[in-house]
């Protein structure tokens, strides 16, 4: 029988870099901002399909060009205003700016209308498919219509959601305090008092709190420890399903990585198995596609460059670069699995004659860098926030899907031309045809290197029950509770 009440302490390596929903990019934010804000429509668990939110029903009509959202009533944001067809009118439209990160999901829809305040009707531009899945999409969190009377900058700073938690207070780069949302509409919910997420980066040091008591979660613990960790007297750990997907990207506007042979060279000289051992100790699968398994359009014929260092010597040989060159390889401070990742990578590219520097930087520096496209290569992570694959299609591989090509610069206009045909489409079968030509495509390009397909790994307190994060990588802190 859950429990109410207790304070709950969630140790992770970076801080969001923002609250405001329709801002978020980063997965610390992302995660945080599904505790304070709620969506019409939340992706379940395992990811295969999607549930009521702040909607409870939905229908499109007969010419496929217009959706009906029933709302859910007596809805209640945090400071008790009720929460309308007006704020979601308000929420779409602003999420909707093209200039936002993921602005260029919301592309399709062509109004917002508000009849009556318990429903809400979205006419799009073409019969779009992919429009329920978007909703449910962290960036189209609901606010208050026109922010309650803020301006955007200053709802930013003490944002009002509808969500099972609210912020009490940020102390930005250190901690986040939330507390329970006593207006909060889900039945009993959530049962926890108090959520609070540190940044601790050095996972040696996350670890260490853990086994203390100072902290009950720990996010994304080193591998190295894991089964150390999950046999130590009063501490669980556990490797949920997981979107998650590693990359090695590589800044495509910068030379040599702009040679489709360099970058070839690259991913053919990686020993993944190698990696997956020594790194993560056998936890995740060496990646082919860049798009995640947990997806419908995963194609599974595309194996990626794996590795074959002759062939790799003869791309080298073609490429602009046949006698090697220096390069740095950014990685977050702290993490020894991506140091780990790093060294061996350093080791196998020296095989092909590219002298490899490993600059180890800060989360939030690190995050920067590959932002404003200010390094070499670097090992990233991706993970899925919708169960429709239109969104990390565009976000991985297409210039204008919100990350610059996850970061890497890559402009494949056929890519972004198949990507915006696959996402107008209702019949499935037809979009997993396109999705699979992107894969082959960009398989082709290697705009960065797909690693592995991992779980998502954490370590926490055995009086922790309930805690399961999507394979979205929503935390779910709602039906989270402690035992004593």
């Not at 979601?88 to 093209?98: G, R, T």
């Not at 949920?240 to 990207?249: A, E, M, P, Y």
């Not at 790194?279 to 359009?297: C, M, R």
Request: hydrophobic share 40%.
């Amino acid at each position: 029988m859950p429990k109410s009440g207790g304070q709950l302490v969630l140790a992770r390596e970076a801080d969001a870099s923002t609250l405001m929903p329709a801002d978020a990019s980063d997965n610390e934010s992302i995660w945080t901002v599904e505790e304070i804000f709620d969506t019409l429509l939340v992706p379940s668990v395992d990811g295969e399909s999607l549930n009521p939110a702040l909607a409870t029903a939905w229908v499109q009509s007969e010419d496929k060009l217009a959706w009906t959202f029933t709302l859910r009533p007596d809805v209640k944001f945090s400071d008790g205003s009720p929460l309308t067809s007006a704020d979601v009118k308000f929420s779409l439209e602003a999420a909707s700016d093209p200039d936002l990160p993921s602005g260029f999901l919301n592309e399709q829809i062509e109004t917002v209308e508000a009849p009556t305040p318990g429903t809400v009707v979205i006419k799009t531009k073409t019969a779009w498919s992919p429009l329920p899945s978007v909703l449910a999409l962290f960036a189209n969190s609901i606010v208050p219509e026109n922010y309650g009377g803020l301006s955007r900058e200053d709802f930013a700073k003490a944002p009002v959601g509808s969500g099972p938690f609210k912020v009490k207070n940020w102390t930005k780069g250190q901690q986040l305090e939330l507390v329970r949302n006593t207006a909060y509409w889900g039945a009993d919910r959530p049962y926890l008092d108090a959520v609070t997420f540190v940044t601790v980066p050095d996972a040696n040091t996350r670890a260490t709190q853990l086994q203390g008591g100072q902290i009950t979660i720990n996010e994304a613990p080193a591998a190295s420890s894991f089964a150390a960790l999950a046999s130590t007297p009063g501490l669980k750990a556990s490797a949920f399903d997981s979107s998650l997907t590693s990359f090695l990207t590589l800044n495509n506007s910068r030379a040599p990585f702009n040679d489709v042979h360099v970058r070839r060279a690259i991913a053919s000289a990686i020993d993944r198995e190698a990696i997956l051992k020594a790194a993560y100790f056998g936890q995740g699968s060496a990646a082919g596609s860049f798009l995640s398994p947990a997806y419908w359009a995963y194609d599974s014929n595309v194996k990626g460059r794996q590795l074959n260092l002759d062939e790799a010597k003869k791309e080298m040989a073609s490429s602009s670069h046949p006698r090697g060159f220096d390069a740095n390889i950014l990685v977050t401070s702290g993490n020894a699995t991506q140091l780990t990742i790093a060294q061996i990578l350093q080791s196998e590219l020296a095989e092909i004659g590219i002298n490899v520097t490993i600059n180890q930087m800060e989360p939030a520096s690190q995050r920067a860098a590959r932002k404003s496209m200010d390094y070499d290569m670097a090992i990233s992570v991706a993970t899925t926030d919708i169960t429709d694959p239109d969104e990390m299609v565009r976000f991985i591989a297409v210039q204008s899907g919100g990350s610059n090509a996850l970061y890497t610069g890559y402009d494949n206009k056929e890519v972004a031309d198949l990507a915006t045909q696959a996402a107008g489409l209702s019949d499935q079968a037809e979009r997993v045809k396109l999705y699979s030509r992107i894969q082959q495509m960009v398989d082709e390009d290697q705009p960065m290197v797909p690693l592995f397909y991992l779980p998502a790994l954490y370590s926490y307190s055995d009086t922790v029950r309930g805690f399961q994060p999507s394979i979205t990588g929503n935390y779910n802190l709602v039906n989270t509770w402690l035992s004593n």
